[in-house]
C-alpha cells in the first residue's frame, strides 16, 4: 500500500510540474503509458494520480478526447498583477461614466448576474461573466482596453482559490458586481470604485490565506 501511495505521488508530482512549468500545453492529451516508461511504474498509479488531477481541474476528461491539460492555472504573482491591472481600468472606466454621464442597463446586466448565481456548470459561469463584462463595458469607447479587461478577468478565473473552488471567484464576481451596480446606478462612483478595490482586495487575500 505504501509503495503504490508513493508511486501515486511521484506521477502526481510529475504530471503537475510538466503542466506548471509549461512543457505540456492546454490541450495536449496525456498517454498513461508514456508516463509509465519515462517514470518506471505501473499504470494504476498513474491512473489514480490523473484523476487527482482531474478533480483538482489541472486536467479534464472529455469524450473521444481522453485526458487533456485544462486551461493554464496562473500563479499568485501572476493573479496580483493581473487584478492590479482590472483595478485600474476598471475604476477608470466607472470615472468615466461619471464625468461623462453615461448610463448603463442595469436592469439587464442584474439579470446576467442571477443567472451567474443559478447556474452550477464552471465553463456556463464563465461564458456569462463575458456576457456580463461586454454589457457592462457598453459605454467604454476604446475597444481594445475592453478587450484587455475582459482577458484579465477571464485569465484571473484561472487561480486556484480555497478549497480548489473555481465557483468561489465567481461568487465573489457576482457578489462585488451587484454592489458596483447599485452605486454605479444611485451615482455613487466613489463606492462603486471602492467596491472594485474590495473585490480585488479579496481574491488576493484568499490566495494568499491559501499558501500560508
Given at each position: 500500500?505504501?509503495?503504490?501511495?508513493?508511486?501515486?505521488?511521484?506521477?502526481?508530482?510529475?504530471?503537475?510540474?510538466?503542466?506548471?512549468?509549461?512543457?505540456?500545453?492546454?490541450?495536449?492529451?496525456?498517454?498513461?503509458?508514456?508516463?509509465?516508461?519515462?517514470?518506471?511504474?505501473?499504470?494504476?498509479?498513474?491512473?489514480?494520480?490523473?484523476?487527482?488531477?482531474?478533480?483538482?481541474?489541472?486536467?479534464?476528461?472529455?469524450?473521444?478526447?481522453?485526458?487533456?491539460?485544462?486551461?493554464?492555472?496562473?500563479s499568485k504573482?501572476?493573479?496580483?498583477?493581473?487584478?492590479?491591472?482590472?483595478?485600474?481600468?476598471?475604476?477608470?472606466y466607472i470615472?468615466?461614466?461619471?464625468?461623462?454621464?453615461?448610463?448603463?442597463?442595469?436592469?439587464?446586466?442584474?439579470?446576467?448576474?442571477?443567472?451567474?448565481?443559478?447556474?452550477?456548470?464552471?465553463?456556463?459561469?464563465?461564458?456569462?461573466?463575458t456576457h456580463?463584462?461586454?454589457?457592462?463595458?457598453?459605454?467604454?469607447?476604446?475597444?481594445?482596453?475592453?478587450?484587455?479587461?475582459?482577458?484579465?478577468?477571464?485569465?484571473?478565473?484561472?487561480?486556484?482559490?480555497?478549497?480548489?473552488?473555481?465557483?468561489?471567484?465567481?461568487?465573489?464576481?457576482?457578489?462585488?458586481?451587484?454592489?458596483?451596480?447599485?452605486?454605479?446606478?444611485?451615482?455613487?462612483?466613489?463606492?462603486?470604485?471602492?467596491?472594485?478595490?474590495?473585490?480585488?482586495?479579496?481574491?488576493?487575500?484568499?490566495?494568499?490565506?491559501?499558501?500560508?
Open positions: 500500500m505504501g509503495k503504490k501511495l508513493k508511486a501515486q505521488e511521484i506521477a502526481y508530482e510529475y504530471i503537475k510540474e510538466m503542466i506548471d512549468s509549461n512543457s505540456w500545453e492546454t490541450g495536449v492529451k496525456l498517454i498513461e503509458q508514456d508516463i509509465s516508461e519515462t517514470l518506471g511504474i505501473s499504470r494504476t498509479p498513474i491512473r489514480e494520480a490523473i484523476q487527482r488531477l482531474v478533480d483538482e481541474e489541472y486536467l479534464q476528461k472529455e469524450v473521444n478526447k481522453g485526458v487533456t491539460i485544462n486551461k493554464k492555472i496562473i504573482k501572476e493573479f496580483v498583477e493581473r487584478s492590479q491591472l482590472v483595478e485600474i481600468l476598471l475604476s477608470n470615472f468615466q461614466l461619471q464625468i461623462k454621464g453615461r448610463n448603463l442597463d442595469i436592469n439587464a446586466c442584474k439579470k446576467i448576474l442571477e443567472e451567474i448565481t443559478f447556474t452550477n456548470q464552471v465553463k456556463k459561469r464563465a461564458q456569462q461573466v456580463f463584462l461586454e454589457l457592462f463595458f457598453i459605454e467604454m469607447d476604446n475597444h481594445l482596453i475592453k478587450s484587455l479587461i475582459i482577458k484579465q478577468f477571464d485569465q484571473m478565473s484561472y487561480a486556484k482559490f480555497p478549497h480548489d473552488s473555481l465557483h468561489f471567484y465567481y461568487d465573489e464576481f457576482v457578489r462585488s458586481f451587484r454592489k458596483v451596480l447599485e452605486h454605479v446606478n444611485t451615482q455613487k462612483y466613489d463606492f462603486a470604485r471602492k467596491e472594485v478595490r474590495i473585490f480585488v482586495n479579496r481574491l488576493n487575500l484568499e490566495l494568499i490565506d491559501q499558501q500560508v
